[in-house]
């Protein structure tokens, strides 16, 4: 029997080529063209699923953005713990070491990502992140799970500065476990309070915490099916 292949396998063919040749080559020296080529289909049809070459390497993007989601949604159906904002950081980084295009983009790498390093007018993913952390943020507080002595907007930009730094900073320490338990050291400093967690406030957050990563990530699921803006 002849194997079809699906609109949807042809998409992840075309964002397996520009994932991999971004890494290889930059996202400057890549062109339409050399995608095509190197997913085995004509130029048209890649512009059959992306309509532009920008959204195609913004879609390359959030794919990556969108293992790392599940990787978050893993970790707070295994434990609970895992909604504190220390421990997301920390997760988030050493899930970002594992993957060079995250990496690229974390560290704000215009060697590998060009302009969209830096331009967050091309990657939506800015603005929904944004939501989800403010939503996130508002439940911890409500239930005692960080301090309140700061206002929200202030916490929030504390906590993206040092995420920030650390990915910027070079070297890092001796290993990624280490660099990502100073990084948890650091936020949990900042925000959290320093008395142990109350388990039954955890268990109480975690579905709603939990739910809101499952909406980011249908929205961020939905946003890579598009062929993106005209």
């Known amino acids: 029997m002849r194997n079809l292949v699906t609109s949807h396998d042809r998409g992840e063919r075309i964002l397996d080529a520009a994932a991999d040749l971004v890494l290889r080559w930059g996202y400057k020296r890549v062109t339409i063209e050399e995608v095509a080529k190197h997913a085995g289909i004509g130029k048209g049809t890649v512009y059959l699923h992306f309509r532009s070459r920008i959204w195609l390497f913004v879609c390359v993007l959030m794919r990556e953005s969108l293992d790392l989601v599940d990787e978050l949604i893993a970790a707070i159906r295994r434990e609970a713990a895992a909604v504190l904002i220390a421990e997301q950081v920390r997760l988030t980084y050493l899930e970002v070491q594992r993957r060079p295009l995250l990496r690229a983009m974390f560290a704000r ?13 091309a990657d939506p993913v800015h603005a929904w992140r944004a939501e989800l952390a403010a939503d996130v943020f508002r439940l911890l507080r409500e239930h005692g799970l960080m301090r309140t002595d700061l206002d929200i907007a202030i916490q929030m930009y504390v906590v993206g500065a040092v995420q920030t730094g650390f990915y910027l900073q070079q070297p890092a ?6 660099t990502a338990a100073a990084l948890h050291h650091t936020v949990h400093s900042a925000v959290e309070p320093l008395t142990a967690p109350d388990p039954d406030a955890l268990a109480a957050v975690a579905p709603a915490v ?3 990563y499952e909406q980011f990530r249908t929205t961020l699921a939905a946003a890579i099916t598009e062929k993106g803006p005209a």
């Open 173 to 178: 320490l001796g290993s990624p476990e280490e």
């Open 210 to 212: 939990l739910a809101r």
């Open 109 to 121: 790498d215009s060697e590998v990502l060009g302009e969209l390093a830096h331009d967050s007018d």
